[in-house]
T-cell receptor, first 114, second 114 residues
Framework: AQSVTQLDSQVPVFEEAPVELRCNYS??????LFWYVQYPNQGLQLLLK??????LVKGINGFEAEFNKSQTSFHLRKPSVHISDTAEYFC????????????FGEGTQLTVNP | DTGVSQDPRHKITKRGQNVTFRCDPI?????LYWYRQTLGQGPEFLTY????????KSRLLSDRFSAERPKGSFSTLEIQRTEQGDSAMYLC????????????FGPGTRLTVT
């Protein structure tokens, strides 16, 4: 089984500031890792994913994340945020050999203020 | 590619009534997932299908819940004798077995049980 912990439930930042949303996971098997974004009253949209290879992955809208196996982390970063980045962000994990369900964290609400 | 669609988008029902939701996946996707998301939480896996076969069910899926995908295309999720605790957003996602990992989400059906 897998579990995901998102360490911050809310992150307020000012526009054009950098941001990091933290995610740690637990799993007894190797995993795939994902970040999804959810805008109000909408479904989830994939930001980026780590399957294998380079531990630094780049996604849409200028976001990137780094997989750290030793620390079991997959933190999401953006060097300069915009008002339009205000949304809920979810980290998710899927075991490579343990079925195809996604296990999500509880989410981090990113609020970008002018 | 029209994306994953769900119907209805909102449903208000009285406790004890039955409700049924529909999900239409992306046409070439053979895997279809149902998740439930309560306020302030991440999505929780309920069940998934590969083609018409239901391959996995969460223990969250009580006897009052049933899901079908009769022809391997659209799916329905039925909740019998609804309870107030069933109030949530019900999300559908689809993917192809060869697309490692990522799932494409629909906009969700928000259920309110009064």
């Amino acid at each position: 089984a897998q579990s995901v912990t998102q360490l911050d439930s809310q992150v307020p930042v000012f526009e054009e500031a950098p941001v990091e949303l933290r995610c740690n996971y637990s799993s007894s098997v190797s995993v795939y890792l994902f970040w999804y974004v959810q805008y109000p009253n909408q479904g989830l949209q994939l930001l980026l994913k780590y399957l294998s290879g380079s531990t630094l992955v780049k996604g849409i809208n200028g976001f990137e994340a780094e997989f750290n196996k030793s620390q079991t982390s997959f933190h999401l970063r953006k060097p300069s945020v915009h008002i339009s980045d205000t949304a809920e962000y979810f980290c998710a994990v899927r075991g490579k050999t343990s079925g195809s369900r996604l296990t999500f964290g509880e989410g981090t609400q990113l609020t970008v203020n002018p | 590619d029209t994306g994953v669609s769900q119907d209805p988008r909102h449903k208000i029902t009285k406790r004890g009534q039955n409700v049924t939701f529909r999900c239409d996946p992306i046409s070439e996707h053979n895997r279809l997932y149902w998740y439930r998301q309560t306020l302030g939480q991440g999505p929780e896996f309920l069940t998934y299908f590969q083609n018409e076969a239901q391959l996995e069910k969460s223990r969250l899926l009580s006897d009052r819940f049933s899901a079908e995908r009769p022809k391997g295309s659209f799916s329905t999720l039925e909740i019998q004798r609804t309870e107030q605790g069933d109030s949530a957003m019900y999300l559908c996602a689809s993917t192809h077995a060869e697309l490692v990992g990522e799932q494409y989400f629909g906009p969700g059906t928000r259920l309110t049980v009064t």
